[in-house]
Nanobody, 115 residues
């Protein structure tokens, strides 16, 4: 019902910035919360940041103060501004949305932070 496409990943030096975008399509009127997850090779996928339909945000401790999640409901998009990037931020970043009890995922975008 909902398709998610991430973009904005790439290679950046430590201390640099990237802005990830996630564009939703399909039955977007049913979307409630949205979130960004990431998964490094050989590791579990972890929650990075989440935002409710009314703008309440939550961040994992390791990115707090450096990353900012935002959404534009009229554009059906969610964003992740990443500043002061560290090598440990290297991962595939996935967009996620919740629809009632259902969850949808994007295909992921690679973020690589070099030392």
């Amino acid at each position: 019902q909902v398709q998610l496409v991430e973009s904005g990943g790439g290679l950046v030096q430590a201390g640099g910035s990237l802005r990830l975008s996630c564009q939703a399509s399909g039955y977007t009127s049913s979307i409630d919360a949205m979130a960004w997850y990431r998964q490094a090779p050989g590791k579990q996928r972890e929650l990075v940041a989440e935002i409710s339909s009314r703008g309440t945000t939550n961040y994992t401790d390791s990115v707090k103060g450096r990353f900012t999640i935002s959404r534009d409901n009229s554009k059906k998009a969610v964003y992740l501004q990443m500043n002061s990037l560290k090598p440990e931020d290297t991962a595939v970043y996935y967009c996620n949305c919740r629809r009632n009890i259902y969850y949808d995922w994007g295909q992921g975008t690679q973020v690589t932070v070099s030392s």
